[in-house]
């Protein structure tokens, strides 16, 4: 089992910057590809960035690149999103989430990852 505890949401002025944080527990985190989606009101969640467990591998939705850095500490059991560059479409509440045990690649597929935390809110203002 993994338990997801995200932190580091708010409300921030267009153009500034954000880091979340994806806190783990559960002895599998470091073999676990993780990611992190985001759901504005009224959309369905989707995806924007994911990770090996090794951190070597880093996959972005196309909205975020260049803006958005993925990273992790496995020492630590966090994953972190550095978000720059903020505008008022990535206004949604953003989860974490984590592939089960063996499966160590990033995946862009919400029903490839076997555990989700319960979101932090995001809001840019304009």
């Known amino acids: 089992q993994v338990q997801l505890v995200e932190s580091g949401g708010g409300l921030v002025q267009a153009g500034g910057s954000l880091r979340l944080s994806c806190a783990a527990s559960?002895?599998?985190?470091?073999?676990?590809?993780m990611g992190w989606f985001r759901q504005a009101p009224g959309k369905e969640r989707e995806f924007v960035a994911a990770?090996?467990?090794?951190?070597?591998?880093?996959y972005y939705a196309d909205s975020v690149k260049g803006r958005f850095t993925i990273s992790r500490d496995n020492a630590k059991n966090t994953v972190y999103l550095q978000m720059n560059s903020l505008n008022s479409e990535d206004t949604a509440v953003y989860y974490c989430?984590?592939?089960?045990?063996?499966?160590?690649?990033?995946?862009?597929?919400?029903?490839?990852?076997?555990?989700w935390g319960q979101g932090t809110q995001v809001t840019v203002s304009s």
């Open positions: 989430a984590a592939r089960g045990s063996g499966s160590s690649w990033p995946s862009e597929m919400r029903y490839e990852y076997d555990y």
């Open positions: 559960g002895r599998t985190f470091s073999r676990a590809g």
């Open positions: 990770i090996s467990w090794s951190g070597s591998i880093t």
